[in-house]
């Protein structure tokens, strides 16, 4: 059973920071691309970045400069540092791996999101 659990969501001012962790856990063979969206009410899960488990991001247009992705390969997690957050980066922040398991098939996998709330 893989498992992805986010933490790190909250309440920030305008302008302020936050980092989100999302590790993988159970059996597996191996952790490959790693990615973060977001949903915000009323409007469709988004992409936010995404990063290879070598290394390579892609990010969303709308926190291109303002967020960085990040993973530890050896703990099997993916981070995202939010800065000069924005009201508009109100949402709930969801991380998604694909993931080979132990029979050598690839699945998505999704966490239950964590929520990020950006209000004066």
């Known amino acids: 059973q893989v498992q992805l659990v986010e933490s790190g969501g909250g309440l920030v001012q305008p302008g302020g920071s936050l980092r989100l962790s999302c590790p993988a856990s159970g059996k597996f063979f191996s952790v490959n691309a790693m990615g973060w969206y977001r949903q915000a009410p009323g409007k469709q899960r988004e992409f936010v970045a995404t990063?290879?488990?070598?290394?390579?991001?892609h990010y969303a247009d709308s926190v291109k400069g303002r967020f960085a992705i990040s993973r530890d390969n050896a703990k099997n997690t993916v981070y995202l540092q939010m800065n000069s957050l924005k009201p508009e980066d109100t949402a709930v922040y969801y991380c998604?791996?694909?993931?080979?398991?132990?029979?050598?098939?690839?699945?998505?996998?999704w966490g239950q999101g964590t929520q990020v709330t950006v209000s004066p």
């Open positions: 998604n791996a694909v993931i080979t398991t132990v029979s050598r098939s690839r699945h998505d996998y």
């Open positions: 990063i290879t488990s070598g290394g390579s991001t």
